[in-house]
């Protein structure tokens, strides 16, 4: 996947079957300095859909982690957001998923803390 030079890939990996990265599925983390960081989901080889949601709308982390991801170190993360086109943002079968989950737990503080955005902008008006 390309980006533009001024872009900074944070982390990326492939879903990955027993501990392989034998998918067409990536997974990046990039930032824009002084713009955006943003999580972006790559799925095909001959056509391709990717998705991105900003990481500040991003407000809850499940991880997720089967015997067989135990065994093979690997793990899920399925990541609420308060993105109408994507309201669940699913990272599968990724290796290290905890300091991932970490690592998106921070920088969802951090561009919040920027951007002055707080949960409630998230909050739907029935809940």
């Known amino acids: 996947m390309r980006f533009d030079k001024n872009c900074e890939i944070i982390w990326h990996d492939r879903k990955r079957y027993f501990g392989l990265p034998i998918s067409f599925t990536r997974y990046y983390i990039v930032k824009k300095e002084g713009e955006w960081v943003k ?4 799925k095909g080889f001959l056509s391709s859909v ?3 949601v900003n990481i ?6 499940t991880l997720i982690a ?13 990541v609420a957001t ?21 690592l998106i737990s921070s920088l969802i503080e951090i561009e919040r803390r920027k951007r ?5 902008e998230f909050q739907s008006p029935e809940g």
């Open 39 to 42: 999580l972006f989901r790559h």
């Open 50 to 52: 990717i998705d991105e």
């Open 56 to 61: 500040y709308r991003c407000f809850d982390i």
């Open 66 to 78: 089967s015997l067989t991801d135990k065994i093979f170190k690997t793990g899920s993360l399925e």
């Open 82 to 102: 308060g993105d109408d086109s994507t309201p669940t943002f699913y990272i599968k079968h990724i290796a290290n998923p905890y300091k991932v989950r970490d």
């Open 116 to 120: 002055r955005v707080g949960i409630t």
